[in-house]
């Protein structure tokens, strides 16, 4: 992961839910309450959780909070994928999905998650790269439109890359065609 | 007849057509790899860019030269030259841009250690520490000077992200193989030896295909 | 919360990379996150002044935790400057290599900004305003001098010249804004408004990319 890229920090924005489990009076900044108590739950941004999950201060204290996953790989999410990855407009659960979703197997040792994500790439990549062809070829039809609109940033990136690999390949062979 | 038949011709006096010839084959192969290389590349420590430099030199003199000569003869000789003159300062360009774009993306990276300090070329070198100052002092002025001293540095390692970032040395390339060889190749599941045979191309990480060209057994395409 | 200010010099980077132009430099969003840095560490040294330097962070957890959260939050904050002011430098060193002048630049950027906002445009009519900071404008002047010292080793290649591989040596080109009179191998050539030449694509390369000619196919 790269330091400057605004990908990745903007990624390290979407929020996971926590669970603190000490009082820390000092806090209080983060649900603008007077102090936070062990047991209050908020949503706190990546970058923040993450730090804190894998926190300890003392040689045998336990993290000072526990993280669940997000809304965006919720279960109802999962099943959804599980029966029709491309019936999911993935952006609508996170502009980021796959970035999150990376992050917090990084955290979570969650071998069924990871299948079912990955079985929604493969299976989603495929209809992006066939639609990044469609698009040069005829144009985007409405249900095109519909598909494109629900892409994740790496999807969206995907398709920007087939797209111009499509186009440059047939200015190459017009190219060659008239020379 | 090619280019080069043509030019002896133009220049009786030219002895070095095998030199110049390997010359441009050598650049050509360099801006090839250059380009297909997700990393900077060792500039060649041979002295091929001062050849291809006064080269090029000596071709815009004789282009002055013959500028004035209305003869038909000269005239078509011209246009050749000068054609073999603007595809050569294209290679020379477009190698020197690339290796440009590499090292502007991580500086930090290329000027982190000696070793890969020397694959840049001196004058790369010089723009390189010089740009990366100028950036410091871009950030400094712009809000880092105000920062707690201990925070005003860009090269901290420290923390879950690394502020040297790196060229990812994980990317597809495609290879054509000079020799007989079994390939490793390392995959995101499984690892595999394939057998290849010389002129066969291949595509597969960087990280594997490093060793093969630089060992020669392989070329970038 | 910290760092939220932050998110948003991000969010302007990340609409910059999609853009053409410059878009105005946030001076008082970066003001702001710079701000909320001062401020957290004040709060850290706040909070270990009754230790004297003796803080033992496995005696008391709360502190430890709360100086945890602030010096993530200012690495935070220094991560999306920085990357907020990497993207507006790459942008201006793409334009230094394209040949901008980046006074003219500025000042048409502003133009740009108020004609594409309408009548409403907050910038137009003030030539003083400039969508670059001070700052940036010093970088891109230095930059500029940069790249020139680094021109100057290869002076008959034109670094800064076309990366498309040559095709033909000659080239038709049309003339879209008058740039006076330049010099070829082959004598001067006045270069009118809608005037059509055949010129060697070498000697009219910066003029395209500056906009004065288009090449006709």
Not at chain 2, 3 to 23: F, M, N
Not at chain 2, 62 to 68: A, H, K, N, S, V
Not at chain 2, 110 to 135: D, V, W
Not at chain 3, 157 to 164: A, F, H, K, R, Y
């Amino acid at each position: 992961m790269s330091y400057y890229d605004v990908d990745a920090i903007l990624t390290d924005a979407e929020k996971v839910p926590c669970r603190f489990e000490l009082d820390v009076p000092y806090l209080g900044h983060l649900d603008n309450s007077s102090g936070l108590k062990a047991g209050t739950r908020l949503n706190l941004p990546l970058w923040l959780a993450e730090m804190f999950a894998l926190a300890s201060a003392g040689q045998d204290a336990s993290p000072p909070l526990t993280l669940s996953l997000p809304p965006c790989l919720s279960e109802q999410v999962l099943a959804a994928l599980k029966a029709d990855p491309r019936a999911v407009p993935l952006r609508d659960q996170s502009a980021y999905f796959y970035g999150v979703a990376v992050r917090m197997l990084d955290l979570f040792d969650e071998k069924e998650l990871s299948a079912i994500l990955r079985n929604t790439f493969v299976v989603r990549a495929a209809d992006v790269g066939l639609h990044a062809r469609k698009a040069e070829e005829t144009g985007l039809g409405g249900q095109g439109e519909e598909f494109l609109r629900g892409l994740d940033e790496w999807e969206r990136r995907l398709f920007r890359r087939g797209h111009e690999g499509v186009k440059g390949a047939k200015e190459w062979t017009d190219n060659v065609k008239k020379s | 007849m090619d280019i080069d038949d043509i030019l002896r011709e133009v220049d009786p006096a030219s002895h070095g057509i095998s030199l110049e010839t390997r010359d441009l084959q050598a650049l050509t192969r360099l801006w090839v790899a250059e380009r297909s290389a997700p990393e900077l590349l060792n500039w060649p420590a041979d002295g091929l860019f001062e050849r291809v430099n006064s080269k090029i030199k000596s071709q815009i003199e004789r282009i002055e030269d013959m500028t004035g000569d209305m003869d038909p003869k000269t005239n078509f000789a011209l246009i050749v030259i000068q054609t073999e003159l603007e595809r050569y300062k294209f290679l020379v360009r477009s190698y020197l841009r690339t290796r440009i774009a590499k090292i502007d993306k991580h500086t930090l990276h290329y000027l982190s250690t000696e070793t890969l300090r020397q694959r840049l070329s001196p004058t790369e070198l010089a723009y390189a520490t010089r740009h990366q100052a100028l950036l410091h002092n871009h950030y400094l002025s712009s809000f880092l000077s105000s920062f707690p001293q201990r925070l005003q540095n860009l090269n901290d390692t420290a923390g879950n992200v690394s502020m040297i970032d790196a060229p990812d040395l994980d990317t597809a390339v495609f290879v054509r193989l000079l020799r007989d060889k079994d390939v490793f190749g390392r995959g995101t599941d499984v690892d595999t030896i394939l057998p290849a045979a010389n002129g066969d191309v291949l595509i597969l990480r960087w990280s594997s295909a490093k060793g093969l060209v630089e060992d020669g057994d392989a070329e970038l395409v | 919360m910290y760092g939220d200010l932050g998110i948003k010099l991000v969010q302007h980077a990340k609409r910059t990379q999609n853009l053409a132009h410059l878009p105005p430099y946030q001076t008082e969003l970066v003001r702001a996150v710079t701000r909320e840095v001062r401020d957290l560490n004040k709060d850290v040294d706040d909070l270990l002044e009754p230790f004297q330097g003796s803080f033992d962070p496995s005696e008391d957890q709360a502190i430890a935790y709360t100086l945890l959260v602030n010096h993530i939050s200012m690495r935070r904050n220094k991560r999306c400057l920085l990357a907020y002011h990497r993207t507006r430098t790459d942008k201006l060193e793409e334009l230094v290599w394209n040949g901008v002048d980046v006074v003219d630049l500025s000042g048409q950027q502003v133009r740009d900004a108020g004609a594409s906002r309408g009548s409403t445009g907050v910038a137009s009519g003030d030539g003083s305003t400039s969508s670059l900071s001070p700052q940036e404008e010093d970088y891109v002047r230095q930059y500029g001098d940069l790249l020139a010292a680094y021109k100057g080793q290869w002076t008959d290649i034109d670094l800064t010249g076309s990366l498309e591989p040559p095709r033909d040596l000659f080239i038709d080109v049309r003339v879209l804004k008058d740039a006076g009179e330049i010099q070829t191998e082959y004598g001067a050539i006045t270069l009118t408004k809608n005037s059509q030449f055949y010129v060697r694509q070498g000697d009219v390369e910066r003029l395209i990319a500056q906009g004065y000619l288009q090449k006709l196919s």
